[in-house]
């Protein structure tokens, strides 16, 4: 693709209807960013932060924050199609600039004004990739194996040995359960090509999640996440499946319920999100407390 080509297309992007009358659901602004974002990959800083963007564009967060997100990711295809008419040469190719004056005292603020933000769309992606590392670890046996010795509590009165203190109970699915989920999901798997799947970010909750994720995987349902999200009521706990109405599910919803209570376990419904970018799929599981 020549220059002429890719400022035609990153206008177009740029310019569309939507960003000004808004999306129809939050899958069309997702399919919109997916667009636009390997347009970018020119310039590695522009390219890193609206990728960082565009993910965010999944999560359930506030319209008021997903807006402002949208109009920076739109000011950065602007920041890209000026650059590119002004023949600015790539960052990787750009000669070295002129020395940086620091000041006195480093502070946020001033971290914040000189530093790319690619850079901190970087640093951000480094502290998820080590908080996943972290999850990993923590649900291996040498973990259990290394840990052991010091979350005994043979000396605690009332408390079993090798019990930690204040630690939950460790949720996992067994190896039978792991099997009768994955017969009854697989039938399921054509109606449900993706699925979002969150947590409340406890690490106990995390590691059962993964027992999840790795099952509905294996059954040819997509997975998105973990992603971290709060059950509407505090009453709510367990494994829960969010939907638009919990007092009145959808058949796939039920089916999928069911799909979970054919492994054995408790499932109830509970107020999901009210657009995914999922759809048509209107439902994600849930793991609570």
């Known amino acids: 693709m020549d220059k002429k080509e890719l400022v035609e297309r990153l206008k177009t992007l740029e310019n569309r209807p939507e960003l000004e009358s808004g999306f129809a659901s939050q899958k069309d602004a997702v399919r919109w960013a997916s667009e636009a974002a390997p347009l970018l990959q020119f310039n590695g800083q522009y390219y890193q932060e609206f990728r960082y963007r565009a993910q965010r564009l999944a999560l359930k967060l506030s319209a ?5 997100n949208i109009e920076r990711m739109q000011a950065i295809i602007h920041e890209a199609i000026t650059d590119l008419e002004a023949d600015v040469p790539r960052t990787e190719d750009r000669a070295t600039r002129e020395p940086l004056e620091w ?3 480093v502070t946020l ?3 914040w004004n000189h530093v790319p933000s690619g850079a901190w769309a970087s ?6 990739v080590v908080f996943g590392l972290g999850v990993t670890v923590g649900r291996s046996d040498w973990y259990d194996r290394v840990m052991s010795p010091h979350t005994s509590n043979a000396n605690t009165p009332g408390m079993e040995k090798g019990t930690p203190l204040d630690e939950p109970k460790q949720r996992h699915l067994t190896d039978s359960q792991k099997e009768q ?6 039938p399921l798997a054509a109606s449900i090509p993706n699925l979002m799947v969150f947590t409340e970010g406890t690490p106990e909750q995390m590691r059962y999640a993964w027992d999840f994720m790795d099952v509905l995987k294996r059954s040819g349902i997509e997975i998105i996440g973990p992603l971290q999200g709060v ?3 505090p009453t709510d706990k367990g ?9 009145h599910p959808s058949e796939l919803n039920i ?3 069911n799909a979970l209570r054919a492994a054995g376990l408790e499932v109830h419904f509970t107020k999901g999100a009210s657009q995914l970018p999922t759809e048509p799929i209107d439902f994600d599981l849930l793991i609570g407390r």
């Not at 008021?64 to 402002?68: E, K, Y």
């Not at 989920?181 to 697989?186: D, G, H, T, Y």
Request: glycine letters at 6%; zero cysteines.
């Open 64 to 68: 008021d924050f997903q807006i402002s």
């Open 103 to 105: 000041p006195e005292h």
């Open 109 to 111: 603020a001033w971290l």
């Open 123 to 128: 640093l951000i992606g480094a502290f998820v």
């Open 181 to 186: 989920l994955l017969n009854a999901l697989r």
């Open 231 to 233: 059950a509407e009521s």
């Open 239 to 247: 494994v829960m499946v969010g939907v638009p109405n919990p007092d």
């Open 255 to 257: 089916r999928f319920a």
